[in-house]
Structure formats: C-alpha cells, structure tokens
C-alpha cells in the first residue's frame, strides 16, 4: 500500500467521520425541533378546541355542542401539525382535518422519518353528542426537515468528492520527488555512488535530498578509502612476500656459501698454522671476515623477515626483538608488556604488528632522545563473542616530544606508515605528544580470531 494511496485513505476516513458527526448532530437537533413544533402545535390547537367547547356550553342558543364543533372545524380547516377527528354519538365521523399539502412532493425515507419522529400525543374530550380526539401529526414537519437535510447531504456528499479529488492530486503532485527518491536509494543500493538528487520545491524533501547527496558522497569517499586500504594491504603483503623470500635466499644461499668459505678457510688454517705462517694469518682474516659477513647477514635477514615470527608466534618474536634492540643500546630501558591470547591473530595480522612495533621503537631511538620506551600490547576477548577481540597496542617513550599541531605528520613516513598498517584493519590510530614530555602512541584494532594462527 503506497504512502500517497494511505494518505488519501486517511483524509477520505477522516472526512467521512466528519459528514457522520455533523449529519448526527442536525438529525438530533431536527428531532428535538420538531418534537417542541409539534408538541406546541398541539397545545395550542387543543386550547382554541377547548374555547370553542366551553362557549358553545355557556350559549346553549348556539345549538348543540358538536354541531358547533362540526360547523368551526369546517371554517378552521387544516390545522399544522394537529390530525382532528369529531365523532357523534354512535361514533359516526361527523369531520376529519385534511391532510397537510406543505411540500407533498417531498416524500422522506423511512429511515429518516424513524429517526426524527416524535411520539404521537393523543387528546381526547367528551362532549355533549359527541367525542372530540386531537392527535399530533408531524408529517408535514418532518417533509421540510427532509428538504433541508437531503439538500445539505447533496452539499456534502459534494464537498466530499471535491475534496479528495484535490487532496489525491495535491498528494500526487506533492509526493512526486518520492518516486525520485526510492529510485536514488535504490540506485546507491546497487552500488552506484554517483546518485544525486536534485533540489526539490518542498523544504522537507529537500533536506532529504541533501542528506542522501552528502550520504553518497561520504560513500563514494569511504569505497575510495576502503579500496585505497585494500590496495595499501595488498602492497604490504607483497612487500612481506618478497621480504620473506629475499631473507630466504640470503639465509639459505648466501649463508651456505659463507659457511663453506669459513669451513676452506678454517682447513687453510688448520694445515697452514706451521709451514706457512703467513697463509695461515691471511686464512685467519678470510675466516673473520666470513664471520663478520654472517653476522651482518643474519642483521640483515632479522630486519627482513624475524625467523621467529613463523615458527614461535607473536610473543615470541617481539620478546627477541626488544632483547636484541635492548643489547644494541644497553643506555636505554625498554618494558615490554603482553596481556591475553597472541596466538591466534594470524600472520597478517601479526606481521603487521611486529611492523607497527618495530618503526614505533626506531622512531622513538632515532628522534625522541628517549632513556625509557614502553610497549603494551593487550588481546581482550569480547565477552558478547567468543571469536572477536580487541588489539590495544600503546608504544610510549619520555623524549623530548614535539607539538602535534605543528607537525605535518604526512610528512612522517615513520608515522604515515603505521597509520596506514591500522587503518587497513579498520583499526584506529592516534598520537599524543608535548614538548619535553614524550611521545604516546595508541593503536586500537577490531579482530576476530583465528584458528589458524
């Protein structure tokens, strides 16, 4: 049922109890009209009967008293709203009063005639030869009732049809942006972003209209958003791919050709160490040289790909990463702090932590002048759903800080770079900073758990 097609049923329900509650009242006040016409009517009729009575009584000369009756009801003729009937003395009808002419070809319903009608009232007097009965009779009453009452239903009945044929063409005219409307929605449902409505004459729709429009809008920017973080995700999943196998092949390749230049060099050594003292020092240098190139290569292959991600987990790999950060600037304190399962977030997700974590550390060792760096990372389980979490990650230093509103922090690939990590987890991500008075991170991601992490 459509809203113009409700609207109309409304007005048209509303106008019909109108029509009801006025007709009601006018038949009540047309009762009670007629009801006091022809209650006075009669009174009147029975009193002037009575005078004509009672003088013919006191003036026997006039003759006998229904004769008098007989002869007056005769010259009286019709009397409104009274039915008269004269009788003698063997119950012979000496007169009847004519019916009423007043509107005769008015001819009421009966179910109005029902409803309006008084109760007849009877008057009966005996007198000398005769009976004298006086009746009341609205007829006539009622016909003009009828006449005015049928010419104001012909007015309603009028009115009625008028106005629902303007109020259905008001509504049609009016709600005509409605159909605009539905279609737009619909269109935005499909996918279809770039929707605008119109403006539209009515204030309310449009209000309507420039909400759906800002509505759209704000969708088409949040897709451009959501594909600019799917993009963003997909890169850094590439770029961990190729990190991954770059680390690979540098443990495994180029660590076996180290691992065999030291074991020839060690032999060189070995069977050198008397003869040839010469080749042996040289040996030597060759050997801690090999040394030197797997230790920076293993730097190299941590900074790539932390080995202990893949087979310790999470906890694990940042525990070795703030020890070995920790033995590289012994001068600094780092806290590390975990709270709750960390063991089935996934390797995305955990990867990008330990990312997060580790620019977060650097940023703060490279600009902050930080002595201590505490880092919090708290899994809390959704009391409401088993297999959702929430990720709180707080990296917080006492460096010198900096004022936030000064900072382009676009500019801060450091800082640009974690953000995008969080956001692309619809993550939120925020930072707190005065001068003097250190640097907070907050990163705060919405997850569900998974088994296989």
């Given at each position: 049922?459509?809203?113009?097609?409700?609207?109309?049923?409304?007005?048209?329900?509303?106008?019909?109890a109108?029509?009801?509650?006025?007709?009601?009242?006018?038949?009540?006040?047309?009762?009670?009209?007629?009801?006091?016409?022809?209650?006075?009517?009669?009174?009147?009729?029975?009193?002037?009967?009575?005078?004509?009575?009672?003088?013919?009584?006191?003036?026997?000369?006039?003759?006998p008293?229904?004769?008098?009756?007989?002869?007056?009801?005769?010259?009286?003729?019709?009397?409104?709203?009274?039915?008269?009937?004269?009788?003698?003395?063997?119950?012979?009808?000496?007169?009847?009063?004519?019916?009423?002419?007043?509107?005769?070809?008015?001819?009421?319903?009966?179910?109005?005639?029902?409803?309006?009608?008084?109760?007849?009232?009877?008057?009966?007097?005996?007198?000398?030869?005769?009976?004298?009965?006086?009746?009341?009779?609205?007829?006539?009453?009622?016909?003009?009732?009828?006449?005015?009452?049928?010419?104001?239903?012909?007015?309603?009945?009028?009115?009625?049809?008028l106005?629902?044929?303007?109020?259905?063409?008001?509504?049609?005219?009016?709600?005509?942006?409605?159909?605009?409307?539905?279609?737009s929605?619909?269109?935005?449902?499909?996918?279809?972003?770039?929707?605008?409505?119109?403006?539209?004459?009515?204030?309310?729709?449009?209000?309507?209209?420039?909400?759906?429009?800002?509505?759209?809008?704000?969708?088409?920017?949040?897709?451009?958003?959501?594909?600019?973080?799917?993009?963003?995700?997909?890169i850094?999943?590439?770029?961990?791919?190729?990190?991954?196998?770059?680390?690979?092949?540098?443990?495994?390749?180029?660590?076996?050709?180290?691992?065999?230049?030291?074991?020839?060099?060690?032999?060189?050594?070995?069977?050198?160490?008397?003869?040839?003292?010469?080749?042996?020092?040289?040996?030597?240098?060759?050997?801690?040289?090999?040394?030197q190139?797997?230790?920076?290569?293993?730097?190299?292959?941590?900074?790539?790909?932390?080995?202990?991600?893949?087979?310790?987990?999470?906890?694990?790999?940042?525990?070795?990463?703030v020890?070995?950060?920790?033995?590289?600037?012994?001068?600094?304190?780092?806290?590390?702090?975990?709270?709750?399962?960390?063991?089935?977030?996934?390797?995305?997700?955990?990867?990008?932590?330990?990312?997060?974590v580790?620019?977060?550390i650097?940023?703060?060792?490279?600009?902050?002048?930080?002595?201590?760096?505490?880092?919090?990372?708290?899994?809390?389980?959704d009391?409401?759903?088993?297999?959702?979490?929430?990720?709180?990650?707080?990296?917080?230093?006492?460096?010198?800080?900096?004022?936030?509103?000064?900072?382009?922090?676009?500019?801060?690939?450091?800082?640009?770079?974690?953000?995008?990590?969080?956001?692309?987890?619809?993550?939120?991500?925020?930072?707190?900073?005065?001068?003097?008075?250190?640097?907070?991170l907050?990163?705060?991601?919405?997850?569900?758990?998974?088994?296989?992490?």
């Open positions: 049922m459509s809203l113009k097609f409700r609207l109309n049923l409304l007005i048209t329900l509303l106008s019909l109108f029509i009801l509650v006025v007709g009601t009242i006018l038949v009540n006040d047309t009762r009670i009209s007629i009801r006091e016409r022809v209650e006075a009517a009669s009174r009147v009729t029975v009193q002037l009967l009575d005078t004509v009575i009672i003088s013919s009584a006191l003036n026997p000369e006039y003759g008293t229904h004769k008098v009756l007989q002869s007056f009801l005769q010259s009286l003729g019709y009397v409104r709203s009274s039915h008269i009937m004269l009788y003698d003395i063997r119950g012979n009808v000496l007169y009847e009063s004519p019916e009423s002419t007043f509107k005769s070809h008015v001819h009421p319903p009966e179910w109005f005639v029902k409803l309006v009608a008084p109760k007849t009232e009877t008057v009966e007097r005996k007198i000398r030869y005769g009976t004298l009965v006086v009746s009341s009779s609205a007829a006539g009453s009622i016909r003009e009732a009828w006449a005015g009452f049928s010419q104001l239903m012909w007015v309603g009945l009028i009115f009625f049809v106005l629902n044929v303007l109020v259905y063409a008001l509504l049609s005219h009016s709600l005509r942006p409605v159909n605009r409307i539905l279609a929605i619909n269109r935005m449902e499909k996918g279809d972003l770039t929707t605008r409505l119109p403006t539209f004459t009515l204030p309310e729709f449009d209000r309507i209209g420039h909400s759906l429009n800002r509505m759209a809008e704000s969708l088409a920017a949040e897709r451009q958003l959501e594909e600019n973080r799917q993009l963003t995700q997909l850094q999943s590439h770029i961990e791919d190729e990190r991954r196998s770059l680390a690979r092949e540098l443990h495994d390749e180029l660590g076996q050709y180290v691992t065999a230049i030291k074991t020839f060099a060690v032999a060189i050594v070995n069977k050198t160490k008397e003869k040839s003292p010469d080749i042996s020092s040289n040996a030597q240098v060759i050997v801690s040289a090999a040394n190139i797997y230790d920076g290569m293993h730097n190299i292959v941590r900074k790539l790909r932390p080995g202990a991600l893949d087979n310790l987990g999470l906890s694990e790999t940042l525990k070795d990463a020890q070995y950060w920790q033995n590289l600037h012994p001068e600094m304190k780092i806290n590390l702090s975990l709270e709750g399962n960390l063991d089935k977030l996934g390797e995305t997700l955990n990867i990008n932590i330990y990312r997060i580790q620019e977060g650097n940023n703060a060792l490279k600009h902050a002048q930080a002595s201590i760096i505490d880092i919090k990372l708290a899994v809390l389980a009391v409401s759903n088993t297999e959702a979490a929430n990720i709180a990650l707080t990296i917080k230093d006492n460096g010198v800080g900096m004022n936030i509103e000064m900072v382009d922090q676009t500019q801060h690939f450091g800082l640009l770079g974690m953000r995008e990590r969080v956001q692309g987890f619809h993550g939120r991500f925020s930072i707190t900073s005065e001068p003097n008075q250190g640097t907070t907050y990163i705060n991601i919405p997850q569900v758990l998974s088994e296989q992490a």
